[in-house]
């Protein structure tokens, strides 16, 4: 056998071992920054269905998830808390946003967290053609790859408003995606735009009551003109609460 075809066999091997790694890394939550540096190459099977609830891959579970983002202001300060408490989230980002902050993407994927689709510029999908709803799709999935060394390709997509049809899902399945929606709407979208401890109370009550095995917590890490504060500095107890029950923290299909 010559050298070239050995070489050639040896570089497929290793194409084949970066391709099984990438495909756990950033979904895992034992990843780190070497994950970053390469592609994920493949998702697991779509789910046919909307996935509201994280599905009981264990007895307890819970995902935290960030819309919106990311945002210069309000995404490092959560990823800081994440980081501290050992967690891993789940970050549903604009294709708008993850163009104009690539160094936000790189560093949530960086930490081990998951990035899924939230469309390019937050439309109600549910009003656009399908033509319309591919383009936000694949912008947004543009976007967030070019951010990341060796490409990234999310998993999951979660409609703007949670506003979807049959046509977004059958869509979001054939880019190899879930869509995601939520259990708990923690309501932080409707923040004053100060701190406030009676709101921040508010926030963690949607998050944690009623309890529930499985809840898939819907908060906010963006959105121009929006103030994050009262989210930020909710999410201590909201972790707190779920860690101190025996909850494990999963992305929106329960790994």
């Given at each position: 056998m010559s050298r070239r075809i050995i070489r050639l066999a040896a570089a497929l091997v290793g194409a084949t071992v970066i391709s099984a790694v990438t495909a756990i890394g950033p979904q895992g939550s034992s990843a780190g920054p070497a994950a970053a540096?390469?592609?994920?190459?493949?998702?697991?099977?779509?789910?046919?269905?909307?996935v509201s609830t994280v599905p009981a891959t264990v007895s307890k579970s819970v995902a935290l998830t960030?819309?919106?983002?990311?945002?210069?202001?309000?995404?490092?300060?959560?990823?800081?808390?994440?980081?501290?408490?050992?967690?891993?989230?789940?970050?549903?980002?604009?294709?708008?946003?993850?163009?104009?902050?690539?160094?936000?993407?790189?560093?949530v994927v960086a930490e081990g967290h998951t990035v899924g689709n939230h469309s390019y510029s937050h439309p109600d999908m549910a009003t656009l053609s399908r033509t319309s709803q591919a383009s936000q799709l694949d912008s947004a999935r543009r976007y967030i790859s070019a951010a990341v060394t060796g490409g990234y390709a999310p998993c999951f997509f979660r409609p703007p408003f949670g506003s979807y049809n049959a046509t977004t899902v059958r869509l979001a399945r054939e880019r190899g995606m879930s869509t995601v929606t939520w259990s708990r709407d923690t309501r932080d979208w409707t923040t004053p735009l100060f701190i406030s401890a009676s709101f921040q109370r508010s926030i963690v009550l949607r998050a944690t009551s009623p309890l529930s095995a499985h809840p898939d917590i819907l908060m906010h890490d963006g959105s121009p003109g929006n103030y994050r504060q009262n989210t930020v500095?909710?999410?201590?107890?909201?972790?707190?609460?779920?860690k101190t029950r025996g909850y494990r923290f999963t992305n929106p299909i329960g790994r």
């Open positions: 540096e390469a592609a994920i190459v493949a998702c697991p099977t779509p789910k046919s269905f909307v960030f819309d919106d983002g990311p945002s210069p202001r309000w995404t490092p300060q959560i990823l800081d808390i994440l980081k501290a408490n050992n967690v891993k989230a789940t970050f549903f980002m604009l294709g708008q946003n993850a163009r104009t902050y690539p160094s936000l993407v790189r560093r500095n909710s999410l201590q107890r909201i972790i707190t609460f779920y």
